[in-house]
């Protein structure tokens, strides 16, 4: 009985000290505002760190297949000090940023697109001189760090960002995906002095990019508040929230979402979507799957003219998929990611994805297994044909799988190129990943002159993998990129999507433009066309004409032709927002593009460009079409002074919140260790000991009483 009383007295404590600790989040409120995640306050190594807060707002319109974003990040200075504030953020791979305003009080600020060092030097001289500045640098085409100078003490700063962003077809339904958490990335140890090891096992050291090695530094660092972490994991749970509008052509079928939930209005060909609860954790990415009721097009063109002049988009369905006896037999490379980041419920669904695919081994096909954390590991010497009994060996192999240790994605690749290909079969390599890797460009570089005839597919396994890394990966390796939740039916999506392990549909596909003569057509290397997907091609023309594109391809070896009738006019014309967005989403591509030859072997790249003269197109572009890039960013400068001692400020993170599902061990040791939000007072410490010393000598009494009794 005794034990029961202290348990409820000691809980009723712990109720208090949560009372105590949310009264003291909410003191020095900005009156007639609420705060957007409460105080928070943090100490490392014995000193006291108090962070900024940062919530998102999306609002998306997607016609078609074409998406405008605007998102407005709202800065707040919850503390007593002015801040410099650093938000690392992520966007959608092919997002192209194009606008950002920056709103202090009741001035809004116009951002004006800068090259990266000219950006940086107007932002830390609006820092000195105390104005508030906001500089938006992208460090990966998903990864970008919004910094906030001069944020004071209990004010707020809103910066909105514009972007538009392609809305691809994957397996026959459209898939708009917000990314909206950076997960941790692990960065390799030097190799020194540079030292690579090439195919046939040695060492060789690297050579200066001045001699064509590409030069892309690492990503910036996690922030040291990490919610889940080092900060409490429900401090901040409603930070961002989604509003999409969907109109199309024709009706619009099932619209889900398979990581939030939603509440879905309207009918026929418009549709409108919000989160259910509002606001949500921003802790995993936000995918949003929609279908198109009317009959399949298997070409369709959409163009946009201005003062730049003519820009098109033409996009095409892939024909039938040939019979399953038509296609040759496979050699199947999984490759497996068994990092400490994939521990838990992304190994399992790893497993669950080996397994189906595994099973559905053909007669005549052959398959190896590569694991790979930090050093990896193959489940034989060579390829094995896929017979009952080596198909059974295989799966026990995977089910003994652990994860554990850093993500060293070049010696697996390397593991995985460095045997010789079984004759007369097609070969596949099914990459599983979280992506989590800081050293993108070294990867990319190595894979890509190893490829041959390969195909490669990449798996990303998690609620926020690293995307860009993934679809590179299948677009180099003229494959696909599919994602796992393991976080919801594992086990289902696993396997759903071991049984699409099929080959393209149109390979070797070429455009005969029939008297158009574009300039500028992207991507500079047409991938390959799988069921279920759509293939966009864009550009750029003069005049008004009318001509019949032919596109050519070969269906399982044999050739196929699709006639398209095309009409263009480079006049002016009133376009609704999405098509306006063409010729952004064209300069985008056309960095992606670049950037695509930049981290590839000079030999390999699609136009004769040094790194130099890459770098200046890149920058060019970006300063043409007012768009973010490795070398181009965003800034915005307040004219007021709001801060009389800017050397007062102090530098800190917004905190991010951990991807659902990774594990602590993810992130190393590079986040220090710290706690909470703000600290009770000392009194309640001193009657929580005053508690747990009752309870102990009521304990002690109770243990003598019971001794003398028997």
């Known amino acids: ?60 319109s997607v016609d078609g297949d074409l998406a405008t974003v605007t998102l407005v990040q709202t800065f707040e200075n919850p503390t007593d000090t002015p801040l410099n504030a650093t938000y690392l953020f992520p966007l959608n791979e092919a997002a192209a940023v194009y606008g950002m305003t920056m709103e202090v009080g ?18 830390q ?47 026959g339904q459209y898939e708009l995906v917000l990314p909206l958490v950076v997960g941790p990335r692990y960065n390799p140890p030097e190799r020194s002095p540079a030292l690579l090891v090439n195919d046939g096992g040695e060492a060789q050291t690297a050579t200066p990019r001045e001699s064509g090695q590409w030069n892309i530094g690492p990503p910036p660092p996690q922030p040291q508040g990490v919610f889940g972490l080092t900060l409490p994991r429900e401090i901040a749970p409603e930070r961002v929230s989604i509003a999409v509008n969907l109109e199309a052509g024709m009706a619009i079928g099932q619209v889900v979402s398979p990581t939030h939930d939603v509440t879905v209005t309207g009918s026929g060909r418009e549709r409108n979507v919000v989160l259910t609860r509002g606001r949500v954790i921003d802790n995993r990415d936000f995918i949003l799957r929609y279908t198109l009721s009317g009959a399949a097009v298997q070409a369709g063109v959409v163009t946009h003219a201005d003062e730049r002049g003519g820009f098109f988009s033409l996009v095409l369905e892939p024909p039938a998929s040939p019979a399953e006896s038509q296609i040759a037999p496979r050699e199947m490379v999984f490759v497996l990611d068994t990092s400490g980041s994939m521990a838990g419920e992304p190994i399992e669904a790893s497993k669950a994805f080996m397994m189906r695919a595994l099973e559905n081994m053909r007669p005549g096909d052959y398959f190896r297994i590569v694991s790979f954390g930090s050093t990896p590991r193959e489940f034989s010497a060579g390829p094995v044909p896929a017979t009952r009994e080596n198909v059974a060996r295989g799966q026990a192999y995977v089910r003994g799988l652990t994860a554990d240790g850093g993500t060293e994605i070049v010696p697996a690749m390397q593991q995985a190129f460095s045997i010789a290909q079984q004759p007369n079969t097609l070969r596949l390599v099914v990459f599983l990943s979280d992506g989590y890797i800081g050293n993108e460009a070294e990867v990319l570089s190595y894979m890509a002159p190893r490829l041959g005839q390969a195909r490669v597919y990449a798996f990303g396994v998690g609620t926020s993998v690293n995307r860009y890394l993934l679809s590179e990966m299948a677009r180099r390796g003229r494959g696909f990129a599919r994602y796992i939740d393991p976080t919801e039916t594992a086990f289902q999506a696993a396997t759903d999507l071991a049984d699409h392990l099929g080959s393209p549909v ?5 455009i005969d433009w029939g008297g158009l003569n574009p300039t500028g057509v992207t991507p500079a290397i047409i991938p390959d066309l799988f069921a279920g997907e759509s293939l966009r091609l864009m550009g750029r023309f003069t005049g008004t004409r009318t001509a019949t594109v032919t596109v050519r391809g070969r269906i399982n070896g044999r050739a196929a032709t699709l006639p398209v009738r095309v009409t263009l006019s480079d006049q002016p014309s009133t376009t609704n927002a999405t098509n306006s967005a063409i010729p952004i989403v064209w300069a985008r591509s056309q960095v992606s593009d670049l950037m695509r030859d930049y981290t590839s072997p000079a030999e390999l790249r699609s136009a004769p460009l040094s790194e130099n003269e890459i770098e200046g197109r890149v920058t060019q572009l970006g300063l043409d079409y007012a768009l973010v890039t490795q070398w181009t960013s965003f800034v915005a400068v307040s004219r007021r002074v709001v801060n009389q001692r800017p050397g007062e400020a102090r530098d800190a993170n917004v905190p991010l919140p951990m991807p659902e599902g990774v594990p602590e061990s993810a992130y190393g040791q590079e986040v220090a260790q710290f706690g909470g939000a703000s600290a009770p007072e000392p009194g309640f410490y001193a009657l929580l000991v005053l508690l747990l010393t009752m309870g102990a000598l009521g304990f002690r009494r109770r243990s003598v009483m019971v001794v003398r009794k028997r």
């Open 106 to 123: 009741d001035e809004v600020v116009e951002a004006r697109i800068r090259r990266r060092e000219q950006a940086q030097a107007e932002f």
């Open 1 to 60: 009985m005794f034990a029961r009383r202290f348990v409820i007295l000691l809980l009723g404590s712990f109720a208090l000290l949560s009372s105590a600790a949310a009264r003291a989040q909410t003191t020095n409120t900005p009156q007639g505002e609420e705060m957007l995640g409460g105080q928070m306050r943090a100490v490392v190594n014995g000193e006291t760190l108090q962070l900024p807060l940062a919530n998102s707002d999306f609002t998306v």
């Open 506 to 510: 149109l390979t070797d596909i070429s």
């Open 125 to 171: 001289q609006a820092q000195r001189e105390g104005r508030a500045a906001a500089l938006l640098t992208q460090h990966r085409p998903n990864m970008f760090t919004q910094n906030v100078a001069n944020l004071m003490p209990h004010q707020r700063i809103r910066v909105t960002l514009r972007y538009a962003q392609t809305v691809p077809r994957v397996d």
